[in-house]
């Protein structure tokens, strides 16, 4: 018998020695790496002030830095079982304090997402995302729940879109499109893959319609022309890999490709047929060809591939039609300049086109620490926030961007690994919530920067400057640490 | 727990997607950072800011090193738009003395794009230019009250006298033809410029040399330092200072003794070329185009009926009268048409074939020397008719022609090429010209003969007159005459150091200078003989047909080893001896016996009575100008074939400046066509 003094002793060792302290090194290499380029960010080599200087960002990040320490340590020791048990409640109080957020904060710059306390300013929308994240894993760690059938989506996607609805009352559409990346793991706790590739397809056909839609070929405008195409590939494909239905597949691959030899050698002959009357021949052919045949073969797949088919193509109209209608002109302004269409520089694009300056002034090792004057002379906007790679990449050059870029990768990997080895249901979603919002973060911030997604302000995690980020992303990993730390113990709970 | 290994497969679509995501974006970042070198220069660009450091603008003095143009600091009250609060208008108003409505008029006009090209937030903007150094003062006091206010300090031309402002010029800033003209890239908008004057000429070496500051510049145009602790600054070379070759005193003299008088005084010192006098009259200050008024000044003085801005020593172009004859004497000897004892007939005037130029009372025949005392018509005449109907030559073409080129040799019908801009190069008529405008064998030697005597188409500048007046000091020769006497650290310009030597022997010249002697001891020039100085004169006296005569007087002193050539033209003053004259000998004397208050009170004298004699000259003259707009053109003896004479411009081969002048209408600039002489 061991005494229960001892007991607990050998609990803490237990837990101390389990763990991940890999994942404990990368999160300490990345905030302190994200203060250093903070002070870079703001300072000059010639000024003499020191890295932690309060009256500096970087001083007061460090600060942030030292609490985060604290609360990632202080939730080590709290007992997992908690945060299982008190994960609705700790929802719940979260949407309530995201309303009262919106209706009561006070206006900044347009968005009512910070609540002040004395003199520090928090934005519950950061916190929000450990709290939906601990919901979602409670949900499906519910005995019996499993996705299966449309009426299964309900509540998932119900904890998904609430904070979302509560965020873009508050203005901050950035924030809220965090939460779409969850749909990770629903497609990792049995979604459908093919949502994720119809999502794929969706951004895609959005991206090539807009972007190109200035030239015409067939008499149509180029954008159309290649959805179209890519349409007609994905049918072929879907027969093929979806259908498992080789005869069918060939059938129409050979149909599509003997209508395009026609057209060609037509055209050759000064016969040129309109692009919108081809597709719309030859895919409806196709199609009611596919209808006829599907009694052969697997019904709802067919049936499943001449949808998409056609919701691709009612999609790929109303792109252009959304684009114009649904978006806000500084929206569809961000993405024109992101998607290289519009290009103003001075004006709309100034911003991205100045970060792109200094991250690409920056060449293979850099222009040195504090040597960067594009960020510091204010050319970059919100340098030491949401832009903060650009000093990153201004004065370490490739050599640090692609550092960081690795750094994050390896993180959100091992944290993909630690949701896997998890017994439980609970463990596996919440770490593969973890994961799908840094996967975002990641994506957008990074891409955002570099000019090749529409500017969206959100930080990147652990570099940006500000306490909420930081907090917010340290509470959301040392949950996870805490609950992998005993995975040993027990097999369930 | 039951593990699904089918759905943990998709841990590599979730895995495998960030990969794929961080490769693009890896690949992304080599392009930007490794591959593609447009960011590295852009980001250069961007953060540097070079700004122009402006060197100051080289001094003037005159021959003696009297200080003519100096710098001196103008401030400029100044304000950047976004650093400015709410402030207390009405102070500032008073300390300005200015109204509320002006007041908010210029800051209408600051804070107006469209007005104030270089407009921006948060950079200085000027409000008020020019301050006075009382509003300067008061202002300095208070300024810690106006957040944003600031005063700029500008640098801006001074002159020490009220004079000479036709040789000094001014400065203007740059417009945009001006840029675009420059090739050595030197301008940029907000730069000066010479614009009249020296300080056009020699703008190459006043201006100096711009240097530079690289300083670092944040995204709103804020200058955060220098870049480099100032390393790779240039410092900017100040300009050349310059040494006129103009006595100022002699300068003020000659402005004082032309007042309410149109015409010019120009005196130069023979052996040099260096111009002592330049005198253009009406002027005007030459602070008149500094500052703030510059611009209205400026167009009050353009639109002066008497032409201030006319500089008529080197633009106006007139009839020399009879200070051309001495040009007629040299090449009728040069030929051998006649020597010092040929003499012609003249009663009265030149009668040859029912032609007749009037002359007055003098013995009669009457020889070169005699002729140029009393400034006999009969002896040019006849000696210009014996030349063109000389058969030395080919036939009357080339007998002109060779007349025409020892008027250019002596500096006529061309530039003289003096260092100042827009000179006019006067007009000498060739065998072209007739044959065009009369036709081929329907001139003659009769046609042409008021040339003679410096009518008919002859047109000089006083310039002109007065070089020919210093190449028969010299004896034959002259320099271009210049008014720069040298350029610090330079010198001065080779092309005014060299000497023009007409083709014409030196003994004639020494005949005509006699010639010019004895019309000083006992003919037109009496008023001249000034005891002592030897001087040497030639008077003319041009008909005009706006009214009185122009008063004409080409002279040097002393005869031998001659210090100063001058030439007066006054214009509708009367006979030559009766203005010119004593205006040249009181310039002569001046300049010879140095300053005194006997001479200053006699030109005084002599101006305030010919001010009380002459009070409407001006007032007179713009009557006669606007009742009679197209007199200019009285057919003469050369034009009486030729109906086509309206305009008097009509087929002259005038260059643009000299078309500039007579469109511009000075008196004086009249083509006279009247072969008709009083002198």
Known sequence: MVSTRDNNQDASNRLLASVDWFTVLLYVILVIYGAISIYAATTTSSSQVSMFDFDTYSGKQFVWIGLSFVIGFSLLLIDRRLYEAYAYPIYAIMIIILIATAFFSPNIKGSHSWLKFGAVSLQPAEFAKTATALALAKLFSTYGFQLRGWRTYIVPVGIILFPVLCIILENETGSALVYFSLIFVLYREGMSGFVLFALLCAVTYFVLVLKFAGTLIMGIPMGTFIVLTCVMVVIVIMLLIYCRSLILGRNVALGYIACALLTWILSLMGIHINGYVFFFTVIPLSLIYLLIGMFHDDLNKVLTTVIFAVVSIIFMFSANFAFNHALKPHQQNRINIALGIEEDLKGKGYNVNQSKIAIGSGGLTGKGFLEGTQTKLNYVPEQHTDFIFCTIGEEQGFVGTSAVLILFLTLILRVIAIAERQHTTFGRVYAYCVASILIFHLTINIGMVIGIVPVIGIPLPFFSYGGSSLWGFTILLFILLRIDAVRTEYGTW | ?679
């Open chain 2, 1 to 679: 727990m039951r593990k699904d290994y089918n759905l943990e497969k998709r841990k590599f679509v979730i895995g495998g997607f960030i990969v794929v995501i961080v490769a693009i974006y890896l690949f992304k970042l080599f392009d930007l950072q490794i591959l593609d070198d447009k960011y590295s220069e852009i980001a250069v660009s961007n953060a540097r800011s070079t700004k122009i450091t402006h060197p100051s603008r080289g001094q003037i003095y005159d021959r003696n090193g009297n200080l003519v143009v100096y710098n001196e600091p103008a401030y400029d009250l100044v304000l950047v738009p976004k650093d400015v609060q709410e402030f207390d208008t009405t102070t500032m108003c008073k300390i300005l003395q200015l109204k509320r409505e002006d007041f908010d008029l210029l800051w209408k006009n600051m804070s107006d794009p469209k007005k104030n090209k270089n407009y921006s937030a948060t950079t200085p903007q000027p409000l008020v230019q020019n301050l006075d150094s009382t509003t300067y003062g008061r202002l300095q006091e208070i300024l810690y009250r106006f957040p944003g206010f600031d005063i700029s300090q500008r640098i801006i031309r001074r002159y020490n006298y009220i004079a000479a402002a036709n040789i000094l010029g001014d400065i203007r800033e740059v417009n945009a033809e001006d840029i675009e003209r420059d090739t050595d890239n030197y301008y940029i908008p907000g730069d000066y410029t010479g614009d009249l004057g020296v300080e056009k000429s020699y703008e190459k070496y006043l201006r100096g040399v711009k240097g530079k500051e690289i300083l670092i510049r944040d995204a709103r145009g804020k200058i955060k330092g220098r870049y480099n602790d100032g390393k790779d600054d240039v410092q900017p070379i100040a300009g050349k200072d310059l040494q006129l070759s103009i006595d100022i005193d002699l300068q003020c003299f000659g402005e004082k003794i032309m007042r309410g008088k149109r015409g010019a005084i120009v005196a130069i010192e023979p052996k040099t070329g260096e111009v002592l006098a330049l005198v253009t009259s009406p002027s005007y200050d030459p602070a008149l185009l500094v500052g703030k008024d510059r611009g209205k000044n400026y167009a009050k003085l353009v639109s002066d009926p008497n032409k201030p801005l006319f500089d008529r020593a080197i633009m106006a172009a007139y009839p020399p009268g009879s200070t051309f004859k001495p040009t007629q004497g040299l090449i009728f000897m040069q030929e051998g048409i006649t020597n010092l004892s040929t003499s012609y007939p003249c009663y009265r005037g030149y009668i040859n074939k029912g032609l007749k130029v009037g002359c007055h009372g003098h013995g009669s025949p009457i020889s070169l020397q005699p002729a140029l005392a009393t400034s006999c018509n009969g002896y040019f005449c006849w000696g210009l008719y014996y030349m063109l109907k000389n058969h030395k030559y080919e036939n009357l073409d080339s007998a002109f022609t060779v007349w025409k080129n020892y008027m250019v040799e002596m500096g006529y019908g061309y530039k003289l090429n003096i260092d100042l801009p827009a000179e006019s190069r006067g007009f000498i008529p060739n065998a072209k010209f007739y044959n065009e405008h009369i036709g081929e064998g329907k001139w003659g030697a009769n046609t042409v003969i008021s040339i003679a005597i410096g009518q008919g188409e002859i047109m000089a500048t006083p310039l002109q007159i007065a070089n020919l007046s210093a190449t028969i000091a010299n004896r034959g020769y002259y320099i271009t005459p210049h008014v720069v006497k040298q350029i610090r650290d330079v010198g001065i310009l080779k092309e005014y150091t060299q000497k023009h030597q007409p083709s014409i022997n030196r003994e004639y010249y020494e005949n005509v200078a006699t010639g010019m002697r004895m019309a000083v001891t006992g003919g037109t020039c009496r008023g001249a003989n000034l005891p002592g100085l030897e001087v040497c004169g030639k008077t003319g006296t041009v008909q005009n047909p706006h009214g009185r005569d122009h008063s004409v007087f080409m002279g040097f002193a002393p005869k031998e080893d001659p210090k100063i050539a001058i030439c007066v033209y006054v214009e509708n003053a009367g006979f030559g001896a009766q203005v010119a004259v004593p205006l040249g000998a009181m310039v002569l004397e001046r300049y010879l016996r140095g300053e005194s208050e006997e001479i200053e009170s006699r030109a005084s004298k002599w101006s305030d009575r010919w001010l009380e004699e002459n009070p409407s000259v001006f007032e007179e003259e713009e009557v006669q100008q606007q009742l009679n707009p197209d007199t200019t053109a009285k057919p003469s003896a050369a034009t009486a074939h030729n109906q086509s004479s309206g305009n008097p411009l009509k087929g002259l081969p005038l260059n643009r400046e000299q078309q500039q002048a007579i469109l511009t209408r000075p008196i004086g600039t009249i083509i006279t066509r009247n072969g008709f002489n009083k002198g």
